[in-house]
């Protein structure tokens, strides 16, 4: 390992040292290596924080594999423990809430890709099926994104008591469900189209029209209602 790393930050000119260029240049000129250390402050006797960002890069396969990783998967490097692996995980939560959707913005869905754009950088990774409601206003514009359930449609987690509490509690006039397949390929399965049957019979029976159903992939997406299936 380079012996920039195994150098402690405050040993370093100020002007290398990542919390300083970040006040200095801003956030975009700061290396990813960087901005993780800023959150770990601290390193080890034997790797500075910065070595320690550069190591859970590396041993984690990249930004994205970090962020996808457990804090208490983290937290067995050493030198992190749990309250480094904590703030490095709340930090990334924070950056999919904000590419989720920023409630002051109220989106307006026109189309499936709309629905991908809110939804792909949060569900492309998930490692297990979320089952999400849009709920719309007579506009399409999302008034909230609620997740019903997580785990497999064949456990039955999308039950339409469910969903459409969330939209009548919020005075939804439409809604549209979204779920991912964690093996990355969103063919609808039998159990898709199922789900996905049952939702708009009950939304007719209540008044609220189930627009799409969406399903995630790696990078991709199928709208049901394209397919035919709505």
């Not at 040993?11 to 919390?19: G, I, Q, S, T, V």
């Not at 490097?77 to 409630?103: D, M, N």
């Not at 019903?148 to 459409?164: C, N, Q, T, W």
């Not at 189930?210 to 995630?216: A, G, Q, T």
Request: with cysteine; proline share 5%.
């Amino acid at each position: 390992m380079s012996e920039r790393y195994t150098v402690a930050i405050r040993e370093m000119p100020a002007e290398e040292r990542p919390r300083e260029r970040l006040w200095t240049y801003g956030a975009s000129v700061v290396s990813t290596a960087e901005l993780i250390a800023i959150q770990l402050r601290t390193g080890t006797p034997e790797l500075s924080a910065l070595g320690l960002a550069e190591k859970m890069l590396s041993q984690f396969g990249g930004l994205r594999g970090v962020a996808n990783t457990s804090p208490e998967s983290l937290s067995r490097i050493k030198g992190i423990g749990s309250v480094k692996a904590i703030q490095v995980a709340a930090a990334f939560e924070l950056g999919k809430r904000l590419a989720v959707l920023s409630q002051e913005d109220r989106p307006t869905i026109s189309s499936p890709q709309d629905v991908s754009n809110l939804l792909l950088p949060e569900l492309r990774d998930a490692k297990q099926e979320h089952f999400k409601a849009l709920l719309l206003d007579t506009k399409n514009r999302v008034q909230k994104i609620v997740t019903i359930s997580k785990g497999s449609l064949d456990e039955s987690i999308a039950h339409p008591r469910d969903v459409f509490r969330e939209a009548i509690s919020a005075n939804a006039s439409s809604l549209i469900v979204a779920h991912n397949h964690p093996s990355g390929d969103p063919t609808p399965s039998p159990q898709d189209k199922s789900v996905t049957h049952r939702l708009v019979e009950c939304g007719e029976l209540l008044g609220i029209e189930v627009l799409d159903h969406i399903i995630i992939g790696y990078n991709r997406f199928v709208s049901l209602k394209q397919l035919g299936f709505l």
